[in-house]
């Protein structure tokens, strides 16, 4: 585990932490996964611990060519794009051709000494190469493999590939993102994908706890466009309920008023007022206190049907004062508010800094000798889980893996 300590440029500093093992220590799991789902849940595995091996074509992981922009290293050659630094820190790295049985025997041998396999191979795409999850966990039965596709391995479309961005568009979210009388818009991180991930990890320590007391393995199938759906919540809970169907709202809420982008006079933020007595106190900093009586905006369930009528008043008031103040009065009166903020300001803010999301590890083969990252935000016990191995260069660890008794090597 690793605690850390940050520097008013608000990046990370870690130290080892002196306490207890992570939670994962010596469970081992072999990625045989691109992208960004399979890896990502490789990457949360390894912050908890879990020694992580990714098995990589002799092409690599699609996402090392995904830029630029690209890592440098020392003489400006190409480490990798950011993207693929993005969801692989934690792991070593094998190189091998499923293509070539030598290859495939090293891998199959490396499953049996795995507690887990994660891949993400179309359907049926691996039973080829007798890597398939039938064929390992016969070598293997107490193996626990995760496969991850886009529409899982059942069912009409579970041949096809999927990647994030259509699923977002087939799974609904897109449709409920955007301006109202504009069209949809593709949120700018994989949600999808991400999302798929972190319930494959879920899975996968649920498998392991049964595992502990049954010795049996399991087959985990994770399908993005399920993730997506199941992901819809409250929208799909309106539907059920209504039959209507939902419609994108900009930034408003529709089971809330006021919980939207608002305007002040020199610029906009966010007021996220979530019940009738956070209402009454907006009311009152801005010289409106009436409104919280009137029987119109008196409860959330008015002013949603008057959503409408209070909105621009709402507006009209904090457009006239300045963002700063105003954000300040309301915090003060204890309404949630909050500023939009770009990239570089969400890691100047000092909360950020504070809880030491941005972190740098060590990679002395970069030109920076060093790679920023952003930790797991897991703390157990006030330490922060997170791997402090950077992202691997293509093979880097192939001897070391191979050689490793963990792994079924022979040498210490």
């Not at 799909?236 to 006021?258: E, K, L, S």
């Not at 952003?374 to 330490?383: K, N, Q, T, V």
Request: aromatic letters at 6%.
């Amino acid at each position: 585990m690793t605690e850390i300590a940050t520097t008013a440029a608000g990046k990370g500093v870690m130290s080892a932490q002196s306490q207890s093992e992570p939670p994962l220590a010596g469970v081992r799991v072999l990625e045989l996964a691109r992208i960004l789902a399979g890896p990502w849940a490789g990457q949360v595995l390894a912050d908890l611990g879990a020694d992580v091996v990714k098995v990589e074509s002799p092409a690599g992981d699609d996402t090392r060519r995904w830029g630029p922009p690209f890592v440098e290293g020392r003489d400006g050659e190409n480490l990798g794009a950011a993207y693929y630094h993005s969801c692989n820190r934690g792991k070593r790295s094998l190189v091998a051709d499923f293509k070539n049985a030598e290859d495939r025997a090293r891998v199959r041998a490396l499953a049996s000494h795995a507690d887990v396999v994660i891949e993400n191979f179309k359907v049926g795409g691996l039973v080829k190469y007798q890597l398939d999850a039938a064929s390992l966990r016969e070598i293997k039965p107490s193996l626990i493999v995760c496969s991850i596709t886009g529409f899982g391995q059942t069912g009409p479309a579970a041949g096809r590939g999927g990647y994030d961005f259509m699923i977002r568009g087939m799974g609904g979210i897109m449709d409920l993102t955007g301006e109202p009388d504009g069209g949809p818009m593709r949120m700018g991180v994989a949600y999808s994908d991400i999302f798929t991930g972190l319930y494959a990890v879920i899975a996968i320590q649920a498998a392991l706890r049964r595992r502990e007391a049954t010795g049996e393995g399991a087959y985990i199938d994770m399908a993005l466009l399920d993730t997506q759906a199941s992901l819809l919540q409250a929208p799909a809970m309106n539907y059920f309920v209504t039959g209507q169907t939902p419609r994108r709202m900009g930034t408003a809420h529709p089971n809330i008023v006021p919980y939207e982008v608002v305007p002040a006079s020199d610029g906009n933020f966010i007021l996220a007022v979530g019940n009738d007595d956070q209402f009454r106190r907006a009311c009152e900093v801005l010289g409106c206190a009436e409104l919280a009586d009137d029987d119109r905006f008196a409860t959330n369930a008015a002013r949603v049907i008057h959503r409408a009528t209070l909105m621009p008043i709402l507006k009209q008031r904090t457009a006239a004062t300045a963002k700063k103040p105003l954000m300040t009065a309301l915090q003060g009166a204890g309404v949630p508010v909050g500023p939009i903020n770009t990239v570089p300001e969400v890691f100047a803010e000092p909360q950020v800094i504070h809880r030491g999301v941005r972190v740098e590890l060590d990679a002395p083969a970069t030109r920076e000798g060093h790679v920023s990252s952003l930790r797991s935000p897991i703390m157990i016990d006030g330490a922060p889980l997170f791997s402090t191995l950077v992202s691997p260069e293509l093979g880097e660890h192939g001897d070391q893996i191979i050689n490793d008794p963990a792994w079924g090597g022979d040498k210490p």
